[in-house]
């Protein structure tokens, strides 16, 4: 196997903390990198089991700091970028769009920038592979999924960013000739999820005994993967994609948000041994989101025919891990949900 440098960004987080625990672990031959600038949603303990192994590396930066990307481009002479890094909070994105075009469009153009001029005149073997998500697609509303090829409409300050990137990503391989592979994934739930989010959020809260807030009527729908799965196709497209293309990768797993709730809250009973239907009584409606996508649907099929890619755990399955590893690390969620992120759960839900 050829020996790699990679550098993955945002391996503090979600997703990311996943892809690198895969790529340490399954490939010791590949030195591996992980930068991050360590926000709210960056957490070094999600990687502590593999945090000493010996192709592991940390790198602190902030994206925007292109100056920073420069040098250690020129110090570790990476051959290939798995991009992660952003800001992913829909909600947040709303409050503080500039945020998102920091991060997400001008930290994504460092990153491109400081790999072409590493790579000038020398593409050989050389990869830059952007993790997108299906929302640039915008919202579905009459039935049909999402395809490779469906004109790109994103309609939130998130979206919007990650698909201006996606547009820098592949404008960089039509005018430089970097070797780019995109790909755009739908909803994740897992371990290690910012409990900011649906799944997390709803199982804490169901814990300790706090509304849930659901949004408007509950009807949008989202279509969801086991996180581990998304780095399985990563791991899948980085080896085996083809330079230039764009996968979706979905787990064909659609719920309108008041299934996947209910489904959450009788999975909570069992588990807490409560009565059954007493979590569902904690269904609070509340404000809907501004300019809230109606539903978003994946068809992954090229990625599951050309490159072999599916899902390995039911949604069943699934949930019942997740919320079992929330429930067997209380202490992570104690920790992320302290400080900073308490004064955020006031702000945004209050009043509404
Ligand atoms: P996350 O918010 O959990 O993690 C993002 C990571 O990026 C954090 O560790 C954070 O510290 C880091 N980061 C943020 N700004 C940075 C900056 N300026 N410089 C360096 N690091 C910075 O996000 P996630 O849910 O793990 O998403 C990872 C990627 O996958 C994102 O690009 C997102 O758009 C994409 N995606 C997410 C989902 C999903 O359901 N979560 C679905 C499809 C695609
Ligand atoms: P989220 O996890 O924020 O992901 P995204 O907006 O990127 O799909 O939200 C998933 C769905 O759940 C979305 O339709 C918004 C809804 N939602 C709620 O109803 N209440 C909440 O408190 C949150 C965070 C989300």
Redesign the pocket.
Known sequence: MTKRKILI????????SHVVRLFVNKYPDYEIYN?????Y??NLKNLTDIENAPNYHFVK????DALALTNLFNEHQFDSVIH??????VDRSITNPLEFV??NVV?TVNLLNAAKECWKGNMEGKLFYH????EVYGSLHDGGFFLETTPYDPQSPYSAS?ASSDHFVRAYQNTYKIPVVLTN????YGPN??PE?LVPLFINNIRNNKPLPVYGKGENVRDWLYVVDHARAIDVVYHNGKIGETYNIGGFNEWTNLGLIKVICSTMDKILGRPVGESEKLITYVTDRAGHDLRYAIDANKIMKELGWEPSLQFEEGIEKTINWYMDNQQWMDEVTSGDYANYYDTMYKGR
């Open positions: 960004t945002g391996g503090a987080g979600f997703i990311g930068l991050d600038k360590l926000t949603a960056g930066i902030d994206l925007v992660l890094a952003a800001e992913s909070h920091m991060t930290g993790v997108s998500t299906d990650k994934c739908s909803n994740n999820q910012f989010k």
